[in-house]
């Protein structure tokens, strides 16, 4: 048994809200999207190391993904390296961490994360973390962090939480609701009992296989196989084949809406999921116009818009409010910067006009 948890990174997507700057082939998880000289992989990886030691870490990434995962994070072994063979959402891919985790260590404690998020106060997070940690030692609870929000924000899912005795850190969760519209938002934020919901858990690997078992027993049929294979030759091989047997189910959807045994650890700690274009310029320096300029550019009755060009040429705009303009390789993407919603046609159209292009 490990005396300080697992951490498991989920690295699998491919950013497609983030194209052209993030493609097929190295998305957004793998870039320097903040100018730190570490990728959003790398800073999550770091972030933890306070109280995890590498070889705690496990990272979870589809097959294609590998070798960038292994340049990043050389401390680990390629055997903490998860590779999906198709894209099954997070409630397959926690299920993989879980279950190869539970083979070889059965009371370990499991935090789970996304690659891609920014936090500000890392302090005040492995604090909040910490308290998750403490929480999720009950049998059966599964824990998840909620973040205060300072804004009705209709690109995130929300918490609704009851009030616990003083002093009592995890709150039971009420209810769960994807991205509201804003007029639903606001009501949330009025009302003074909703978090955001960051996509961070807390649980013992026990919990979380009970959890599996009750509400999604078909997957729990399919992993409970992999003792047989988990950390032999075999193992790939079990892993294509499981799957290919279990559905596209994101684990908020499959496990947390479903179980009566889910708390929230409230944190405050200066986070973004960093999920759109629209994200990172709420975050970067602008200029006296609410401009952010990553590029040589002259801006004439220029607003609120979002500038990132790779090239060295000179760019000239006149009279945008709320665009994104970015130039990455061979791919020119001009649109409304708040259109996030539109990335997936883009996306979509371009792969028909060629594989080279997305």
């Known amino acids: 048994m490990q005396d300080k948890p697992y951490v498991v990174i989920m690295a699998g997507g491919i950013g497609s809200r983030f194209w052209p700057y993030s493609r097929n082939n190295r998305p957004k998880q793998f870039l320097d999207i903040l100018g730190t000289g570490r990728s959003l992989l790398q800073m999550t990886y770091d972030r933890f190391r306070e109280i995890a030691e ?18 990043q994070l050389p401390e680990l072994k390629v055997s903490q390296i998860l590779t999906e063979p198709l894209r099954r959402n997070t ?62 924000e209709t690109g995130y899912g929300y918490i609704q939480y009851l009030e616990g005795d003083n002093g009592t850190p995890a709150l039971k969760v009420k209810t769960f609701t994807e991205k509201p519209n804003s007029k639903l938002a606001k009501t949330f934020l009025d009302s003074g009992d909703f978090v955001w919901n960051s996509g961070m858990f807390v649980w013992k690997v026990t919990s979380l296989l009970d959890a599996f078992s009750e509400n999604m027993p078909d997957v729990a049929e399919v992993f409970e196989d992999g003792d047989s294979h988990f950390g032999k030759p075999t193992e790939q091989e079990f892993i294509n084949r499981a799957y290919s047997m279990v559905k596209n189910v994101s684990i908020d959807y499959g496990i947390m809406e479903k179980s009566d045994k889910v708390y929230v650890i409230l944190g405050d700690f200066g986070w973004s999921d960093l999920g759109s274009w629209h994200s990172i310029h709420e975050l970067q320096e602008k200029d006296e116009n609410n401009n952010v300029v990553e590029a040589n550019a002259l801006l004439y009755d220029t607003k609120n818009s979002y500038l990132k060009m790779d090239s060295e040429k000179l760019v000239v705009v006149e009279g945008l409010d709320n665009y994104l303009i970015n130039e990455t390789d061979n791919v020119l993407l001009i649109c409304k910067l708040g259109g996030e919603k539109k990335f997936r046609d883009f996306v979509a159209n371009a792969k028909k006009k060629g594989e080279d292009f997305v």
């Open 91 to 152: 409630a397959t891919c926690v299920a993989y961490a879980a279950y190869k985790i539970h083979a070889f260590d059965p009371e370990a404690m499991l935090i789970v994360t996304p690659a891609d998020h920014l936090i500000l106060q890392e302090k005040k997070f492995i604090n909040t973390i910490s308290r998750a940690l403490q929480a999720a030692q009950e049998a059966g609870r599964l824990i998840t962090i909620g973040i205060k929000p300072n804004r009705p």
């Open 54 to 71: 590498p070889k705690q870490f496990i990272v979870v990434t589809n097959q294609n993904y590998l070798d960038i995962v292994r340049e």
